[in-house]
């Protein structure tokens, strides 16, 4: 068995999941098809994408995903018209935090959706949880890593929207799933 600082040392693949920001697959041209399609050529395999909010998983070495993220982006970007944003998060990963249950704790009858909204890499944000929007229809309560987890409550009729609260406090552009679409993910890929 190779040693792990073996240069020669084959990188060990796994399953992660990439999250694309402000789509909706099946419109522009943007197919789960298509997606799949670029998921192969910035070199994941075993592609699948989920729902129709721009969930992909595949296949890939850890040291690659980097470059494949930019190399999504660039050929959603082609499709589109725009650049948006690719979030990539380990499988392994989000089943720990599916498996943690944070948001069991959370009993409030007035919970419209449980979301996580994924950040970029980068600089550390900080943040000083909770925090409740001056419209009381967000509570972010927790961090996991490059994740904020919230919750969202329906005031006139309109849901809270934790990634639009983050972008503008934060500067960033982060993209948010339902905690209930990362559950799903996990319950099919692991």
């Not at 725009?82 to 959370?106: C, H, M, W």
């Not at 229809?137 to 006139?156: K, P, W, Y």
């Not at 960033?172 to 993910?185: D, G, M, Q």
Request: aromatic share 6%.
């Amino acid at each position: 068995m190779p040693e792990p600082d073996d240069q020669n040392a084959p990188l060990a693949a796994q399953r992660f999941a990439a999250f694309v920001r402000n789509i909706m697959v099946g419109r522009n041209g943007l197919t789960a098809d298509v997606l799949r399609r670029m998921v192969g050529a910035a070199g994941g395999s075993q592609p699948r994408s989920h729902l129709a909010t721009g969930n992909l998983t595949f296949t890939a070495s850890a040291p690659s995903l980097g470059w494949m993220g930019k190399a999504l982006e660039d050929s959603i970007e082609s499709v589109l018209g725009r650049r948006e944003d690719v979030l990539i998060r380990s499988l392994a990963s989000l089943a720990a935090a599916v498996r943690a249950d944070p948001f069991a704790a959370i009993m409030a009858d007035d919970v419209f959706e449980r979301c996580v909204t994924f950040l970029p890499p980068g600089p550390p944000v900080t943040l000083s949880l909770p925090i409740e929007t001056a419209r009381r229809d967000t509570v972010l309560f927790a961090r996991q890593s490059d994740d904020v987890l919230s919750i969202t409550r329906l005031v006139g009729g309109r849901p809270g929207q934790p990634g639009k609260y983050l972008e503008a406090t934060t500067g960033l552009r982060v993209t948010t799933r339902n905690w209930s679409t990362i559950e799903r993910i996990v319950r099919l890929e692991c």
